[in-house]
């Protein structure tokens, strides 16, 4: 019987997100390998926190193997996710390694899922959306499926996430001339930007929400099975307006030139939030689900920590949770690998109503 891998690997670790996980994981006495392509970033963090490190990029899967081949798990933290997900993902099925990550784009998660069947052949587990894309919403979805089992839709939404570091706002470029996402029928449709919104109500206020394509238009119809899902998120009226301003030059960015042009902007002009923000920062979440004939509805109201502070501690609670043996070959969801209440372990989340 082969030895048990005591090693975990986390690639990006140079990021704002990845930085922030290898510093917490170390407060904790964990030393996970540092990894990534950036040589001075990652030698420096790794000096700083006396943690082992590795180099190396994901152009080859033999090199990719190699790194990672005494790890039990990868988190992978360095996106685009578009690009990145699937060179990792792969090795880590060949190599018998899981993998989790922290990315909320839906065609990531269809990627990923097309490789469910090669991971469940070697028992391996991908889950994608460690972070606060996608826990917090996915175990809404799963708690709501738990009180109505007959739900034919689910609407999910949340306020308060705003600052945003690099990697999330050059994800979203990539994503923005491409619409927004819902779920009708259990086929996933385009709809224009801004084109759908609703106001709801949260702990006594009231705040405006647009439909955006967040990843549990793709993932909570495998941890739901629900066929009809949105998902909303309050912009603040500065951005809405900018947004709606920008519309008719998003298609622009379908050229990779200009692309590459805007997010390397973003490289010099974007931090993501400073500590400060981030501890006292929180999320407000809703999540409504009813039948097909409306006659019952269920909801459910929750407050989660600032949306990186809790990517932090989410993303190490799953590594923690796999380390303990809790696994589930193939690809699959944080509430239908670790439970809907998965949530409400991770520091600051708390039921409203």
């Given at each position: ?267 010099v002009t974007v931090s993501g939030p400073g500590d400060e923000k981030r501890k006292k920062g929180a999320v407000l979440l809703w999540g409504e689900a009813w039948t097909e004939a409306s006659s ?41 690998a670790f439970g809907s209440k998965f949530v409400l372990e991770i520091p600051g989340t708390k039921i409203l109503a």
């Open positions: 019987m082969a030895a048990k891998k005591k090693n975990w690997l986390l690639y990006g670790a140079n990021g704002y997100t990845g930085e922030l996980i290898a510093r917490k994981a170390v407060e904790r006495g964990q030393k996970p390998i540092l990894a990534g392509r950036n040589e001075a970033k990652i030698r420096l963090l790794a000096e700083e926190l006396n943690l082992p490190f590795r180099i190396f990029t994901l152009e080859t899967a033999e090199e990719i193997r190699s790194q990672i081949a005494d790890c039990f798990l990868v988190l992978h933290c360095a996106g685009p996710f578009i690009e990145t997900a699937v060179p990792m993902a792969n090795a880590c099925i060949e190599s018998g390694v899981h993998y989790l990550d922290i990315t909320g784009e839906i065609p990531v998660y269809e990627k990923l899922h097309s490789l469910s069947s090669k991971a469940l052949a070697k028992k391996v587990m991908l889950l994608p959306g460690v972070g606060f894309d996608i826990v917090p919403t996915d175990c809404l979805a799963v708690m709501l499926k738990e009180k109505l089992p007959k739900a034919h839709f689910l609407e999910l939404g949340f306020s308060g996430f705003t600052d945003i570091s690099r990697g999330t706002l050059k994800s979203a470029l990539a994503q923005l001339p491409y619409g927004s996402k819902v779920r009708r029928n259990g086929k996933i449709e385009t709809i224009p930007q801004l084109s759908l919104k609703k106001v709801v109500e949260i702990s006594g206020s009231y705040a405006e929400f647009f439909a955006i394509p967040w990843g549990d238009v793709f993932t909570a119809f495998i941890s739901t099975g629900i066929p009809n899902i949105t998902v909303y998120s309050s912009l603040p009226a500065s951005q809405a307006k900018i947004l709606k301003l920008l519309q008719p030059t998003t298609f622009f960015l379908k050229n990779s030139l200009i692309l590459k042009g805007m997010q390397k902007l973003v490289e019952k509805k269920v909801s459910i109201r929750m407050r989660c920590a600032e949306g990186y502070e809790f990517t932090v501690e989410s993303a190490l609670a799953a590594v923690a949770k796999v380390e303990n043996g809790k696994v589930q070959a193939g690809f699959t969801t944080p509430a239908k």
